[in-house]
């Protein structure tokens, strides 16, 4: 079994900075891509951002030049440092892991979510 425990998210007033984590344990082999996701109620799940094991990252256009995310193979984490935050990036986050376990199976895992908040 895999777990991703994320740690980071809080209250910020706009144009502030937050750093999210989200460490991976358990029976890992490989982990393939991570990423992160937000949602606010009654939207659908969102991805803000993601990066490849090799370290090629994507984001979505809301979030770009201000979201870094960014991974530790060798801890098996992954960050997003998020600047310039804008009420609107007001979400859950939750990171996502495309992961091998040591039975062989490749099977997605997500963190608890975390609450980000923007506001004055």
């Known amino acids: 079994q895999v777990q991703l425990v994320e740690s980071g998210g809080g209250l910020v007033q706009p144009g502030g900075s937050l750093r999210l984590s989200c460490a991976a344990s358990?029976?890992?082999?490989?982990?393939?891509?991570m990423g992160w996701y937000r949602q606010t109620p009654g939207k659908e799940r969102e991805l803000v951002a993601a990066?490849?094991?090799?370290?090629?990252?994507n984001y979505a256009d809301s979030v770009k030049d201000r979201f870094t995310i960014s991974r530790d193979n060798a801890k098996n984490t992954v960050y997003l440092q998020m600047n310039s935050l804008k009420p609107e990036d007001t979400a859950v986050y939750s990171c996502?892991?495309?992961?091998?376990?040591?039975?062989?199976?490749?099977?997605?895992?997500w963190g608890q979510g975390n609450q980000v908040t923007v506001s004055s």
């Open positions: 990066i490849t094991s090799g370290g090629s990252t």
């Open positions: 996502n892991a495309d992961v091998r376990g040591t039975n062989g199976w490749r099977k997605n895992y």
């Open positions: 358990g029976s890992i082999f490989s982990i393939y891509a």
